[in-house]
């Protein structure tokens, strides 16, 4: 590994792409980090000027990035078909990169990610802030050490809501999907950290006809995902009325336990037999609510969907990002992990396209 730097080092950040709705989030949350400074942005988007301004930030060309021996890692936060060929830049110029999800436009873009990474030793560390919830590090911890027994069944739910399914964000051209493929990655990620890669999948992806806006890409998505020991089933709805994440979970169900865990408001509920050293029954913990919500408003620089508001999965992601970055520790969200999502992201969209058929991965 080349990327660690000093602790008394100020940790130069800056941003390649500013079109994302997750980069002003991440920007502050660099700029609220003691010891960092944000040292400017680029796009070719008409947005850069209001960002840069708002945020307080330069205005910078990508060669100018790219050569200054400050900037220690890039943000990259463009479109999807840009997001891997600026990783790759990045990193053979020597930049540590935090990369906004899905990491690109499928698995062709991502093993080129993984690839970039073993060639350059660089940081590389995806943006799936949501699994920094106590609550989803309290399911790893108990699925860990065995406390539910043998899980047999897994069942995930989430949703895209705030109306942002019928949004061009959602349906790039090019992508091989829209809210499930932008938003469901979320889920994907989380289900990979707890329980690992998949044999075959089976899904149907869907779009009611005349139900729904006609220019949006899927209404809801049911999928399962097949391993020899358990069974994951997956349902995704495109139009949740809810503003947070309150509907999304994922429930273990093992011969000794059951445990629910949401990411935001983060909570877990566990019931255990007693029989593997957690207390009988249930055991419900919710962490303290945030005053303001996950997405806000919308802004001169997001003119389509609400800038994030809530600060506090930024904070604990930027942190574990800096953390690797000068010590050396490894991403904590790596390059094969972006692959792996994709991988099965495409099976599942495979899988719709032939009814439901098994595909093998």
């Known amino acids: 590994m080349t990327y660690a730097i000093g602790a008394d080092t100020t940790l130069g950040i800056a941003c390649l792409g500013i079109t994302h ?3 002003s989030g991440r920007v502050k949350a660099f700029q609220r980090m003691s010891n960092a400074k944000v040292l400017g942005a680029y796009d070719t988007s008409p ?42 830049e990045a990193m053979e110029a020597g930049k540590a990169v935090l990369c906004e999800k899905p990491a690109g436009r499928g698995s062709v873009d991502t093993v080129r990610l993984v690839e970039a990474v073993e060639k350059t030793g660089q940081l590389f560390q995806v943006g799936y802030c949501w ?9 790893q911890e108990v699925l860990q050490a065995g406390q539910l027994g043998k899980v047999l069944q897994v069942r995930a739910h989430a949703g895209c809501s705030h109306g942002e399914a019928d949004t061009d964000h959602m349906r790039q051209p090019g992508d091989i999907g829209g809210a499930f493929y932008v938003i469901g990655c979320h889920t994907i990620d989380r289900l990979l950290l707890h329980f690992g890669m998949p044999q075959s999948v089976n899904a149907r992806i869907t779009k009611f006809d005349g139900v729904m806006v006609p220019a949006a890409r899927e209404d809801a998505a049911g999928a399962i995902l097949n391993y020899s020991d358990k069974m994951i089933t997956i349902d995704f709805m495109s139009w949740d009325p809810l503003p947070w994440t309150e509907s999304w979970d994922i429930t273990a169900y093992g011969t000794e336990g059951v445990l629910h865990s949401r990411p935001m408001p983060a909570s877990y509920k566990l019931y255990s037999t007693g029989k593997t050293g957690l207390p009988e029954g249930w055991t419900e913990w919710n962490e ?71 595909i093998k991965l």
């Open 21 to 23: 709705p997750h980069t």
């Open 47 to 88: 947005l850069l000027d209001p960002f840069v301004e708002a945020m307080g930030i330069s205005k910078r060309t990508k060669e100018d990035i790219l050569a200054d021996p400050e900037v220690h890692a890039v943000l990259i936060h463009p479109k999807s078909y840009l997001m891997a060929e600026w990783a790759i």
């Open 131 to 139: 699994r920094y919830a106590p609550s989803i590090d309290k399911m």
């Open 288 to 358: 303290t609510s945030f005053p303001e919500v996950w997405a806000v408003r919308k802004t001169i620089y997001s003119p389509e969907i609400a800038e994030i508001g809530n600060p506090v999965y930024f904070d604990r992601e930027a942190a574990t990002f800096a953390n690797s970055l000068r010590t050396g520790a490894p991403s904590n969200v790596p390059a094969q992990q972006a692959h792996n999502i994709n991988r099965v992201l495409e099976a599942l969209f495979q899988s719709s396209s032939q009814n439901g058929a098994e």
